[in-house]
């Protein structure tokens, strides 16, 4: 696509990634999780050095701190802008936005060479120099350095950055690349270039070049200097902190130098992104893993941190002591079996426990990072998946008059907030074991839990409604499922789900806990807190249970009713199109409903005893957290209509842009030339179209 020669491009389209829509998905998913293990993996260096104050002090990792704080700017540089336009293929960005990005990229990329060499020389000082370390490299000192470091990197790109924008861009505004990157931005500039590219590229290579050959040169001076000494375990010591170190400067500077040092043609598009994307977003998830899984101050500074919080929750509230003591109340100074330890704490006559503490998991600190890596990734999936959906249907208007997709755009709002009301919590627990939650938190939880809970019931008897009308009754279907009726539909799911549960829980919340008070799961969930309720409880749990189970089974009863009368329907229907396409609708709906129903119906309609503990939080964690992720690929994966109007949603997206950049007055567009969605074709036609 070109424009009239002398006029400016305002705006430049990232084709991204030269894969199908199933490509796209796979892509989206995988880096999505990627961006949230960095993210998390370098806050909990951070967090970890921060709570140290022997590591506070080290010159180094005072250094790894900074260098965390840095990946996590670096993948954010990249990372967010690439899944939105991998959710909205060709992406439009401004001129100013793609500028602004390419200086933040190269920046953060260039402060990195500059901290890659800072722990270099702290590596050397330190070996090399070791009773000169402490005074060279004293804390003054390395903040300096760091301070030097953020300086400079983000100083350095100021001018060649500003002399690229200042270039005339005069058509083509198309970048075949997913960030906005230099070589694609030189090609799209009109020529005389003049010194700029020259310029450009002797920055690039210097501090590439000036910073490595430092490296190398005191990792030489180290290496030398560990070999000649005599203590093998302190030799061994030395080589493994210099491997760790030398393996994150090979994962950096060997995608780098491919990529910027040596020539790059046309030809090399494919595998530039690929290793573009490489060392912007993998090497920033595995830094962290090389510095810290062979570093033992780290795991022993780690082991500390949670010994710390592990004895803050061992310590008692004095205030609740001090009442205790104001009424003759006794204490066990010592923690019953099978709290591990736990704040624990039993007093007599009614006196009321302020807190609780969600014990949790009981898996060891390896398997609680695994869990939490995964819960990591299942809730940032469920919310991308979930906000996909609600984007698609709000972006389409055909959709959006639909009574089927203004319920399923509700329901993904459900999800997103019933995910969030359980799953943040278990990762705060997982990073910090016995987690202390208050009386007023551990309530509201349980009321926006089991509020939300009751409205996914209401809104999976809502959606069998809408089809048991639109099979068995199509003629009427318009009139009864107008959109005002389904507006009124939605209004009644939402104010029965939020305002059925709040007498049970507050008469719930009314009742004494003198202690104990732990809890053995992940949430505020109905029975350990009934457990934990001083007797005589009267009739709130009867009725707790009550309301519980008659919701649960008149909404199940409803949706089966519903389908067996949508199935009978179908069975007599004569077309087998209309059938299938019945059927396959159908067949989406009660797989959610029997992955939510199964898992609690178990949970909350059969009691359990305390030896059910374990399935208790396993059934728990299906249903609040895998099921929210799983609904939105159960109905959207086998519907034509949602991938009907993600396809409607790109070509319109195209055809703006071609209006947007190309005007009718300056470009007349050819019938040949109209996209049709296939994303190799689209790519070669915006390209081939020439000025008349």
Known sequence: MEVGNGTIVQEFILLGFRVGQQGRLLLLVFFVAVYALTLAENFIIIMIVILDSHLARLPMYILLSNFSWLEMCYVSATVPRMLFDLSFPYGVISFHACFLQFYIFFSLGNTECFFLSAMALDRYLAICHPLRYAKMMSQEACYKLVAACWILGFLWYSAPVFFISRLCFCGPNTIDHFVCDPGPIFALACPPLGYVPLLFNIFVSSVVLATFLFIVVSYAFVSVTLVKRSSRSSCMKGFSTVFSHLAVVTLFYGSVVTMYVGPNGEDHAETTKVVTLFYSAVTPLLNPLIYCLRNDQVKEALAKCLQRMRMKTEVPNPSLFELAGTFGISRKHSPPKGTDGAFHMEIVNRTMVQEFVLLGFSVEQQGRMLLYALFTAIYTLTLAENFIIIMIIIQDSRLTRLPMYILLANFSCLEMCYVTATVPRMLFDLSFTHGIISFHAC?????????????????????????????????????????????????VCWSFGILLYVVPVVLISRLSFCGPNIIDHFLCDPGPILALACPPIGYVGFLFHVIVSSVLLATFLFIVVSYGFVGVTLVKT??????????????????????????????????????????????????????PLLNPLIYCLRNDQVKEALGRLRRRKVSLLRRIVVPKECMPVPEEVLLDGDHDQDVEKLKNIEVP
Do not use: W
Not at 460 to 488: E, N, T, V, W
Not at 611 to 618: E, L, P, R, Y
């Open 574 to 627: 004569s077309s087998q199109s209309s059938r299938g396409k019945g059927f396959s609708t159908v067949s989406s709906h009660l797989a959610v409903v029997t992955l939510f129903y199964g898992s609690v119906t178990a949970m909350y309609a059969v009691p359990n005893g305390e030896s059910h503990a374990t399935v208790t939080k396993v059934v728990t964690l299906f249903y609040s957290s895998v099921t």
């Open 443 to 491: 309530f509201i939880q349980f009321y926006v839990f089991f509020s939300l809970g009751c409205t996914e019931c209401f809104f999976l008897s809502a959606m069998a409604l809408d089809r048991y009308l639109a099979i068995c009754h199509p003629l009427q279907y318009p009139k009864i499922m107008s959109q005002d009726s389904c507006y009124a539909l939605v209004a």
